[in-house]
């Protein structure tokens, strides 16, 4: 099934795709309208309650500043399952151990904001 996310620069990757997922892309430092955030808010729901907090503290965080390149890179994050996920999170295990195409600067850099601690 495909992402019917938008941000200004370019759709959010397809759910399920094995494409490049996460990299930079033009003009994507416009931030996010409130449509494609609640998108972003709905598609980033998950299984375990320890991601669903760490994600809402995100949001509470970033979304006021929240633009297309962490936009699409927090979608990229959302495709692992829920214990690479939160392995990733609490650096059990490294993006690059969990799928080499997220361990790009933006997934990297939307990990970091995921991390901050309060």
């Known amino acids: 099934m495909a992402s ?5 620069c370019d759709t959010l990757p397809p759910e399920g795709a094995n ?7 033009e003009n994507c430092s416009a931030l996010v309208d409130e449509r494609v955030l609640s998108k972003l ?16 503290r995100f949001f509470n965080r970033f979304s006021t500043t929240l633009n297309g390149r962490q936009a699409q890179a927090l979608g990229a ?9 939160l392995d990733v999170h609490l650096a059990r295990k490294s ?3 969990v799928d080499a ?7 990297r850099e939307v ?4 991390r901050e601690p309060l």
């Open 4 to 8: 019917t996310l938008s941000t200004t």
């Open 95 to 97: 993006l690059a151990q």
């Open 19 to 25: 494409s490049p997922r996460g990299g930079p892309s």
């Open 41 to 56: 808010r709905w598609r980033c729901r998950r299984g375990l309650l320890e991601n669903d907090l760490f994600i809402e």
């Open 111 to 114: 990990l970091k904001m995921l």
């Open 77 to 85: 994050l959302m495709e692992l399952s829920d214990n690479d996920l």
């Open 101 to 107: 195409q997220l361990d790009t600067e933006d997934v």
